[in-house]
């Protein structure tokens, strides 16, 4: 597998993707924060005192995908064309699964938008929820899968969607 993020003398440069062609393309990541009882249970009632918790994680996650390519140093600047970011509450393991779905139509894909949007929904959950538990734990972030491209369509058999 040839390394494109690399010249010829090993020095980190930006793809270019001038030559490829315009598809439509799509991704969604996934991750999750586990958190005590009584916090899970502030989320799911919506009492924390910061305010509505995955409401402004949503819009975090949203931001944060759309500045990806401002926070990822060699990715490019993107014409998104959709991203979600939705919550599943597992009360049974009080953990607050997160996806974020990105779409574009261009030459470039969006796993890496899908990912930082997964990312930012989840720090902004820790963050307002740290008052009360700072024992927090996110993790099993991953992209889910993928569509569009030369690569065409990948599925991660590793991920638990849902």
């Not at 305010?51 to 490019?76: F, N, Q, S, Y």
């Not at 889910?144 to 590793?158: C, D, I, L, M, T």
């Amino acid at each position: 597998m040839e390394f494109t993020h690399f010249d010829e003398n090993g020095s980190a440069r930006m793809v270019d993707v001038g030559e490829k062609a315009d598809t439509k393309r799509e991704a969604v990541a996934q991750g999750s924060i586990f958190m005590s009882g009584e916090c899970f249970q502030k989320v799911q009632e919506g009492t924390m005192k910061k305010g509505d918790v995955l409401g402004v994680a949503r819009t975090a996650g949203i931001m944060g995908a759309k500045r990806t390519w401002e926070l990822i140093p060699l990715c490019h600047n993107i014409s998104l064309t959709k991203l979600s970011v939705d919550f599943e509450l597992k009360p049974e393991r009080s953990e607050i699964q997160a996806v974020c779905t990105a779409s574009t139509t261009g030459k470039t894909g969006v796993e890496m938008e899908a990912l930082t949007g997964v990312s930012t929904a989840l720090l902004t959950i820790y963050d307002m929820c740290k008052a009360v538990d700072k024992t927090m734990v996110l993790g099993e972030i991953c992209l889910v899968r993928k569509s569009g491209g030369k690569s065409g369509e990948f599925v991660n058999p590793a991920a638990d969607e849902g």
